[in-house]
């Protein structure tokens, strides 16, 4: 087997995996050039003649030139590849050359993707092309907090998140999300709309999956691994469509990308700041938590190695994280603590009197499928599955942590850990697993750390 190869075979295939599922959910939302031609400077790329040329079942033409563009430069990296003498390792100039390369096919396919939905959405209405919670509702939170409204107690019934149609819409009496999310976000809603006249919340998730990117870029050790842990992050068939709609998971994976990036710099003050990171990562959404157990453990046993760690020693070293999280959560939480308590978690976990319905890809169709329920909004004690397989695998995967120290088993564990919880939970969404898969690529590809902060 090959194993030098293997970076031309992952991008092909990541690359017609992104391409195929965004032209299936064109089929199911399309774009129809009527639209498209309303937006001037889009209906200027193309001779008025290859409109109709281009007209096609897949997709529109627009999106049609940029899988082609996409595709040649899949070939100029493939190219590339070839140059590299066979049994050496690739020079600087290679791996700057496929990075460019893997950097342009992401622009083609999801950042381009993005924005070319951020203007269908902004000539079509606020409830199109978009996906209801990451975007619609993040932004009407935003706009609840300046008017000095408390996003966890309104509901969201009168607002654009009322048009976007999926049965069973409990989710317009709750904000899942924690307050950093919005919180970061509305320094950007004011600057975009004092420039533009108008907003979209894929501005903010664009900017820092870019960044995102830069820093993975950075993170492996071997040079080699960077075009790998690159593709493996932009090009992530669930998460990229994910960014091109707008779920909100890449910009928890930012926070975590950059913690861990924070706690491999050589800097006396790297441990804080990563620590720091992590809690935003933390106030941002509840699958950043999972990571917990592995970065405590990691310190920990890191701290350890110069000598015995005291409890007070230990509580110094978390206090940055314990100030950042508790400065932001606590207003919120102490606001109303049971609205904040029912959106964050009741919600979810069923036990809200408007709770989220059972679905997904997990544990929850066996309970459908055998009729363990009256309804996909009844209550089911799902912690009892998520007990009994998450605690001796949080046992197993802490012991492994110990054993093997790295920053990068800190992503690993807590992939599985969160794909274990998510799977015997009350839903696994799809967006849940192009999570898992960040995760596992940076468990796979982090570097280890250059010295001890």
């Keep these: 087997m090959n194993l030098r190869r ?43 003649g290859a409109w109709k040329l281009l007209d096609d079942w897949l997709t529109d033409p627009l999106s049609l030139v940029l899988i082609s563009i996409t ?20 020079s600087p100039r290679i791996i700057r050359a496929k990075l460019a390369l893997v950097g342009a096919i992401i622009a083609t396919t999801v950042i381009a993707q993005s924005l070319y939905l951020v203007q269908l959405r902004h000539v079509t209405g606020p409830a199109a092309y978009t996906h209801d919670g990451g975007v619609i509702q993040t932004e009407e939170t935003i706009k609840f907090i300046l008017q000095g409204k408390n996003p966890y107690v309104e509901d969201y019934t009168k607002t654009p998140m009322a048009e976007w149609g999926l049965d069973l819409r409990t989710a317009l009496y709750h904000y899942p999300y924690l307050p950093w999310t919005f919180l970061f976000s509305t320094p950007f809603y004011l600057l975009s709309n004092a420039a533009l006249g108008w907003y979209d ?39 990229g469509s994910d960014v091109i709609f707008g779920q909100n998971d890449s910009f928890v994976l930012f926070w975590l990308v950059a913690a861990l990036f924070a706690l491999t710099r050589r ?25 917990a157990p592995f970065l405590f453990l990691y310190i920990w046993r890191r701290d350890a190695t110069s000598g015995p760690v005291t409890v007070r020693a230990l509580i110094a070293r978390w206090l940055p994280y314990a100030a950042t999280f508790a400065l932001i959560v606590l207003p919120f939480a102490l606001w109303n603590p049971y609205n904040f308590y029912d959106d964050v978690w009741a919600w979810s976990a069923g036990t809200s009197p408007t709770a989220y319905q059972i679905r997904g890809w997990g544990l929850s169709n066996f309970v459908l499928a055998l009729n363990l329920v009256p309804s996909r909004l009844a209550y089911f004690p799902f912690w009892l599955p998520e007990l009994l397989v998450c605690a001796p695998l ?6 492994r942590q110990w054993r093997e120290n790295t920053p990068a088993n800190i992503a690993w564990h807590s992939a599985i850990l969160l794909f274990a919880f998510a799977y015997t939970s009350r839903f696994l969404n799809e967006n849940y697993l192009g999570f898992v898969v960040g995760l596992l690529a940076l468990g796979l590809c982090s570097a280890e750390p250059s010295e001890r902060a």
């Design 6 to 48: 293997l970076d031309v075979l992952l991008l092909v295939a990541l690359v017609t995996a992104r391409v195929r599922i965004d032209t299936l959910a064109d089929l199911s939302a399309p774009r129809p050039v009527e639209t498209i031609q309303k937006i001037g400077w889009l209906a200027g790329l193309l001779a008025p």
């Design 394 to 399: 949080l046992a197993l995967a802490a012991w």
């Design 201 to 239: 919340q894929r501005f903010v998730y664009l900017l820092l999956f870019v960044l995102m990117l830069a820093m993975a870029a950075r993170l492996p050790a071997h040079p080699a691994a960077r075009p790998a842990l690159v593709m493996l992050l932009g090009l992530n068939p669930i998460m």
């Design 71 to 90: 595709f040649t430069l899949v070939l100029a990296y493939a190219i590339v590849d070839l140059w590299q003498p066979a049994g050496d390792a690739p």
């Design 267 to 291: 800097h006396r003050l790297a441990t804080p700041a990563a620590l720091m990171l992590y809690a935003l990562a933390c106030a941002s959404k509840p699958t950043a938590w999972f990571f």
